[in-house]
């Protein structure tokens, strides 16, 4: 994964919600494949009430016959209209694993995350185990946890090698901090999620932009692919427009206007915190 470091990949959670045209976005996620995406991310968790693997499905069949590699998780369903559940117990690993193996019609899946560390009754250790096993049995060619705490991230280490770790992590919030640095110290890749929200004002960077004609948001995710030498950004694009937007920025420019811009602009959301 290493190679994958300071990408945009593509989520396909904004995608696998509600009502949508599913011709449309198989269209969007494949002008991303088309320009270079490198990475779709997905999840069980991302579905229809009567649809209970959407978002893999849509996954699947939009980088077939690609060299994408495909993260998806598992030990969190939809159960309702409103309603999840998270369960990271061995069983359920495996039950998941093995289904995201028929959806994607392979042998082994390219990266598979534990979705809701945060969320689960069982120890991370448990889960972590059910994937390693996995791994060792070739269906797994890396494994990750996501939405995950350090504390959990040092217990899970002890049980078996990490490959990735997703987490929310921000341009102007940046969640993640702690998380980062534990990956960063361990040489692990980060995957950002939800990369620009909650939004913030940023009027060093919005005038930036306006200088350079180029979208605010490009210049936020230019931003956090410095931030870090482990980080990844997912791009929750539903449009071809912003999905290309988005992959500009692992090429826009990162000089000291733009360095200087964002530190400011961090200054700016870290004044406005409570004392």
Partial sequence: MKELVGRVALGVAGLSFGPRDRAADLATIRAGLAAGTAVLDTARAYAHVDKPLYGEELAAEAARGTSAIVGTKGGHSRT???TWDADISAPRIRSDVETSLRVFGGERLDLYYLHRVDLAEQPVEEGIGALASLRDEGKLARIGLSNVGVAELERASTVARIDAVQNHHSAMGRESLEVLAWCEANEVPFFAYSPLRPAAAAPRLTALADTRGVSLQRLQLRALLASSPVLSVISGATRPQTVLDSLAAETEPWD???????AEDLALVAS????
Avoid: F, K, N, Q
């Fill in 256 to 262: 000291e206007a733009l360095e200087t811009a964002y």
């Fill in 272 to 275: 406005a915190l409570p004392s």
């Fill in 80 to 82: 309702g209209a409103t």
